[in-house]
């Protein structure tokens, strides 16, 4: 009952501005307009996602525990004051077609609970970029084109040398082609839950690194926190968040969301198991 009712009334929500009697300045590009503006710029980026924006309310997530600090950090990120550093958040605040029904019910429900959030730290100055930049596939409605989007995905590190920073259950790559138009891959592995407790050792392992490498970073909450550093300090780094997942669930045409095997590969015993002596070679360092 306690559903419904929470459904209701998001709905309600949501129609009061799909047809104008609420207004939201909050505008976001185009996953493709946000694709190329990673593959024609060298801007960082962090991403905005749901959990983001439900920690910024004060609520744990399930791989890392609330903080004061990260909460204010989130919100100072979230009102987009680097110029070189895309800020990403859903594209949901006008029209919710283009997704499949339980991913609009999930996004109205999303609303009613966050929009303040949104509208409170958002810079009413700066056009954002797309969150679904790392979700393209699953919760749209129409999937075909998402195979040209995976295709440009790919474009943005090509012929580059890139440095992975990932949990150890993520496998980045690992088992399809994702990352195979890179230059070259190394790998830092970070803890695959409260990583934000080691932001400091994950960043003075990254600046080891020369500035002319691509970091692809997956690490949850922290992942915002250790872009920018890498960001001002210099480099380009991209949140791609669960990227791989996704490029997994696109690969296998999935109609729900699926298990991935490879997030189950704990410890490298597992992984030479599995056969991924590749992404074992990969690695420079564990934190």
Request: proline share 2%; hydrophobic share 35%; glycine share 6%.
């Amino acid at each position: 009952m306690k559903r419904l009712i929470k459904d209701i009334l998001a709905q309600i929500d949501y129609l009061f501005y799909r047809t104008g009697l609420k207004k939201c300045p909050i505008v976001v590009y185009s996953v493709e307009e946000t694709i190329d503006e990673l593959i024609h710029t060298d801007k960082s980026m962090i991403r905005f996602g749901d959990g983001e924006v439900t920690m910024i309310r004060g609520r744990s997530l399930k791989l890392q525990q609330v903080e004061p600090e990260i909460i204010d950090g989130l919100k100072r990120l979230l009102a987009y004051e680097h110029e070189n550093m895309l800020v990403t958040i859903p594209e949901i605040f006008d029209d919710l077609s283009i997704y499949r029904k339980e991913s609009r019910q999930f996004w109205k429900d999303h609303l009613l609970f966050s929009r303040k959030i949104y509208e409170k730290y958002c810079n009413p100055t700066r056009e954002y970029y797309n969150t679904s930049v790392s979700r393209f596939y699953y919760a749209l409605e129409d999937k075909s084109v998402c195979g040209q989007q995976a295709e440009k995905i790919r474009e943005i590190w090509k012929d580059k040398d890139i440095v992975v920073v990932e949990g150890e259950r993520t496998h980045n790559g690992v088992g399809n082609d994702l990352l195979d138009s890179a230059r070259s891959i190394e790998r830092i592995i970070g803890p695959s839950s409260d990583a934000y407790k080691r932001l400091d050792e994950l960043f003075t392992c990254c600046k080891k690194y020369p500035k002319d490498r691509l970091f692809l970073v997956s690490l949850g909450v922290a992942a915002k926190f250790l872009v920018e550093k890498l960001f001002l300090e210099g480099y380009r780094a991209l949140d791609i968040g669960n990227l791989d997942m996704e490029y997994e669930w696109y690969l296998h045409q999935a109609k729900q969301k699926e298990k991935v095997p490879k997030h189950d590969v704990i410890g490298e015993e597992a992984n030479k198991n599995a056969g991924y002596h590749e992404y074992l070679a990969q690695i420079k360092k564990r934190i």
